[in-house]
């Protein structure tokens, strides 16, 4: 059933319309039909869609025109079968569904998830930092020599505050006790373990009069 409304108040049911009726079958070109269309009264009409109207899966639209009428457009959806309707095992042919299909889609969805995963990448990157042959459940955990290196170095690297790896470190802390540092005037400058690299600059004070002391070169 549609309703035509008349063009010139766009309210009024349209009576004695003659119907101009195209459809558009899952999403293609609109091409003409000619369904038996049955006036009801009252800008009501009947319109009959046969079986060859409605053969292809997916969206129908319907458009329908009339000379003085607003032209009218729906949208419906066309289904296989529906709840409760009656079906032969060889109408449902290679549509069925069933444990093997459902676990094989199933699989495949994982894994096309877990591929495009930024959780599971960054689950992985950490992984990724375990040992090869990690200790039994239970044991302390084995490191090789480049891995407790790794972690040495890190501790090292590391702001004698906490909380990041730049600023004051704990190897430039070291620097001042372990290696070479000079002071001219009143710049204090501590070496790396070269003696020549400057790890980092202070600026001294000292009292008049005193014996300043001016650098410590250790062996």
Do not use: C
Request: glycine share 10%; charged share 15%; net charge negative.
């Amino acid at each position: 059933m549609v309703f035509l409304t008349d063009s010139a108040d766009h309210v009024t049911g349209k009576t004695g319309a003659t119907l101009t009726i195209t459809i558009s079958k899952d999403g293609a070109a609109f091409a003409s039909i000619s369904p038996t269309v049955t006036e009801r009264g009252n800008g009501w009409y009947n319109i009959a869609l046969t079986t060859g109207n409605t053969d292809t899966l997916g969206d129908l639209v319907l458009r329908a025109t009339a000379s003085g009428a607003d032209p009218i457009d729906l949208r419906e959806q066309v289904f296989a079968a529906l709840p409760g309707d009656s079906v032969t095992v060889s109408s449902i042919g290679s549509n069925v569904i069933n444990a093997a299909s459902i676990a094989t889609d199933a699989v495949t969805e994982i894994q096309s998830g877990l591929a495009t995963s930024s959780v599971l990448a960054a689950v992985k990157a950490q992984t990724d930092l375990l040992p090869a042959n990690p200790a039994a459940v239970g044991s302390a955990m084995t490191l090789t020599s480049a891995e407790r290196g790794d972690i040495a170095d890190k501790v090292l690297n590391r702001n004698v505050s906490g909380g990041s790896d730049t600023g004051r470190t704990v190897k430039q802390a070291l620097h001042f006790l372990r290696n070479k540092w000079t002071v001219a005037a009143t710049t204090l400058t501590v070496y790396d373990t070269d003696d020549t690299t400057p790890s980092w600059t202070g600026t001294v004070t000292g009292t008049p009069g005193a014996d300043p002391i001016t650098g410590n070169d250790p062996s």
